[in-house]
């Protein structure tokens, strides 16, 4: 197992992207996102530069915009459409990676996933690493020619307020949270506008950047198997992942996965949802 990986095949290395960059059914994707507040635009820095053949995926666009919470799930009509037209059918392998090394490429990934893709995978740093390994970009833009994707959503890896309201009860699943520790604690500001400080009640809190080197690949196996353990998680047990809104949950989802975690899933609406002013109980 590479890694020490129970799923070693969730990851692919730069080295490995470099020798099949040419292969004909391969896709690659660039998941780069930006908080609203870092002020950066994850498009303009895709066309200035990105990895030969890589399409663009908007996290906020291929999205359900009905609805005022951020990059929610689309429908599976909407998340086939929008993937075809980026030359995504059925049976591509797909590579995801993001411009920060490893943030929002996971989601992507867990939305491939979510809707029915069985052969997708992240690249393990990101594009950061690429670029230190001088490894080529370039500026063209793509004409990928359209293919069918079959969208089917699989609700057990999701989960919503009210499935969260009802394991507050039936404490059906871990809730492990991804956000930066002063956050999940209120000891510093929540980020997203209108929040209000805190946690979930009974929540166990892991900043997904925990699970990561220095060079934004993940640890070993072992290690976050440890990682995991220490942050009160019973392996053996289902767990949620939770954060800000959903994108670094999803790390968390893929670290579950890599060491061979079978019930995982993502609180969609995470903080951006739960941490509205209204009923929804916080702990401090």
């Known amino acids: ?62 999205a359900d915009t009905s609805i005022d919470l951020p990059h929610m799930l689309p429908p599976p009509e909407k998340f086939a459409s929008r993937v075809r037209r980026l030359g995504i059918g059925d049976g591509n392998r797909i590579v995801v990676y993001d411009g ?47 293919r069918h994707f079959s969208a089917r959503l699989d609700n057990t890896q999701v989960r919503s307020k009210a499935q969260m309201l009802s394991n507050l009860t ?39 950047t925990q699970l990561l080197r220095p060079d934004q690949t993940f640890h070993d196996g072992d290690t976050l198997r440890a990682k995991f353990e220490a942050a009160g998680i019973d392996l053996r047990k289902p767990v949620t992942t939770t954060c800000g809104s959903g994108i670094t949950a999803s790390v968390l989802a893929l670290g579950l996965a890599l060491v061979g975690h079978r019930d995982v899933s993502v609180y969609d609406g995470s903080w951006a949802e739960w941490g509205l002013p209204g009923d929804n109980p916080v702990e401090p």
């Open 100 to 146: 920060q090394g490893m943030m929002s490429a996971a989601r992507v990934w867990w939305m491939f996933r979510i809707f029915g893709a069985k052969d997708v995978a992240v690249l393990d740093g990101g594009l950061p690493k690429w670029l230190s390994e001088g490894r080529p970009v370039d500026d063209n833009a793509p004409a990928p020619r359209e």
């Open 1 to 62: 197992m590479a890694g020490n990986y129970a799923n070693p095949q969730f990851l692919v290395s730069t080295e490995w992207l470099a020798r099949n960059l040419d292969q004909p059914d391969l896709r690659i994707v660039d998941a780069t996102y930006y908080l609203p507040m870092q002020n950066k635009s994850a498009r303009a820095e895709y066309e200035e530069r990105h990895i030969p053949g890589a399409v663009f995926f908007d996290i906020d666009e291929i």
């Open 170 to 208: 039936s404490k059906r699943d871990q809730v492990l949270d991804a956000r930066a520790s002063g956050r999940f604690n209120a000891t510093e500001p929540e980020i997203w506008p209108g929040r209000r400080g805190g946690h979930i009640p009974g929540s166990r809190n892991l900043p997904y």
